[in-house]
């Protein structure tokens, strides 16, 4: 069966397929990387002594080889085609029938064939493959230039079966390689969006910034009674929005980097870190009782800007959720083993059902209003694991309490 008795116009071989540009690229590569396939063959030759098997792509244009084990040198390999016509495996697709004979000097149908003439073919077993939403693929051929016994009940049920299976491994390969794409798809708009939340983040610093000069320059100015109750309500809305996009940034480096980096210096100044973000939230929320007890007695080792970091946004959550009018705690403490920074306030409990999903990103609470992008929890729960520490979240007694907890040994080390 020499490719050079054989139309060369509008036809693709071996090379095109090597070359990467075969018309059926996708489902030669398919059936030629198959070790199931490859098994099958093998097994199909063994049972039926054929000495050549394939696996063919068959349209009503194309016959095109996907996969061959040859020992009658039939010239055939992986992307070669033949001309459709000169096939019995049109027949099968035609037909939806199977085509089998065992002699074709002899056989009743195809005795004299000229398809068996024309390539010396004397057995001769093609059975359609057919994908499980019963779209037709192309055949599983069996040929051999002697006789064969391929008309034998058990060879065709195992050949039936066999083309089953192919069929079945296709449409599992084909649904794999869908989710494959629509995986990488959905990586590549989260890595776009996680750039769009970066740039956003680091574009809106100079604006803000503006305001925050601009508020500062006020504060220094003379003002009437109006002015002087507007100007808190300005510097709180101020220190959301420096809140709000820290927590972005580090959300976007997070998330572009692999995560949040933390340096940890032996004997940070930690509470003096947390007694400024205090400060800070207590003169952004001037309406707000912070309550503020800090007993470290040993040194820590910790990233302490980072830290302080996940306490804002632990305090920033209790004042804008607590019961209006009710203070507000923050208790910061060490003992043998670990460092602990409590945020308690008072107001409705957190449902149980929420309280793993508060340290997903993008999770807010059941009585949020709208602020906010639901960042700052899963922050310091991840600030809190930078450390090897953790996070944790208890309500009881009509308060609720975030703990903010570090390993001591693991720090310092």
Not at 81 to 97: K, L, N, Y
Not at 253 to 269: C, H, N
Request: charged share 25%.
């Amino acid at each position: 069966m020499s490719q050079n008795s054989l139309p060369q116009a509008a036809m693709q071989d071996h090379a095109a397929f090597l070359a990467q540009r075969h018309d059926f690229q996708t489902d030669i590569d398919r059936i030629a990387g198959s070790d199931t396939v490859g098994t099958i063959l093998e097994t199909v030759m063994l049972a039926t002594n054929m000495r050549f098997a394939a696996v063919a792509r068959v349209t009503a244009e194309r016959w095109v080889a996907c996969r061959t084990v040859d020992e009658v040198n039939f010239g055939l390999a992986e992307g070669d085609e033949i001309d459709i016509e000169s096939t019995f495996c049109q027949i099968v697709r035609t037909s939806a029938e199977k085509v089998l004979f065992n002699d074709s000097g002899t056989d009743a149908i195809y005795k004299d064939h000229p398809i068996a003439r024309k390539f010396g073919i004397v057995s001769y077993a093609s059975i359609p493959i057919y994908r499980s939403d019963g779209s037709f693929f192309g055949t599983l051929c069996a040929i051999d230039t002697e006789p064969r016994d391929v008309k034998d009940a058990r060879v065709v049920a195992m050949l039936e079966m066999f083309a089953d299976v192919i069929g079945r491994s296709l449409e599992t390969e084909e649904r794999l390689e869908a989710q494959e794409h629509n995986l990488a798809h959905e990586k590549e708009l989260a890595r776009l969006q996680d750039e769009l939340v970066a740039v956003l983040g680091h574009d809106l610093r100079n604006p803000v910034a503006a305001f925050s000069a601009g508020i500062r320059q006020l504060e220094r100015e003379p003002l009437n009674d109006k002015a002087r109750m507007i100007l808190p309500l300005m510097r709180s809305s101020l220190f959301r929005m420096n809140d709000l996009i820290s927590n972005i940034m580090l959300h976007a480096r997070a998330r572009l980097g692999g995560g949040i980096r933390v340096t940890a210096t032996p004997d940070a100044p930690l509470a003096e870190a947390v007694r400024q973000v205090v400060e800070e939230i207590r003169a952004a929320e001037p309406e707000s009782t912070i309550d503020l007890d800090l007993t470290f007695t040993r040194p820590v080792a910790c990233d302490a800007p980072r830290v302080a970091q996940a306490v804002s946004n632990l305090l920033s959550n209790a004042v804008r959720h607590g019961t209006p009018g009710s203070p507000v705690e923050v208790r910061g403490a060490t003992d043998d083993n670990e460092v602990s920074i409590t945020v308690s306030n008072r107001g409705l409990a957190v449902p149980g059902d929420l309280r793993d999903k508060l340290f997903h990103p993008f999770q807010r609470g059941t009585h949020a209003q709208g602020e906010g992008l639901g960042l700052g929890l899963y922050i310091a729960a991840t600030i809190a694991e930078a450390h090897n520490g953790r996070i944790g979240v208890t309500c009881e007694g009509g308060t609720t309490t975030f703990a903010f907890t570090l390993p001591l040994s693991e720090a310092a080390a």
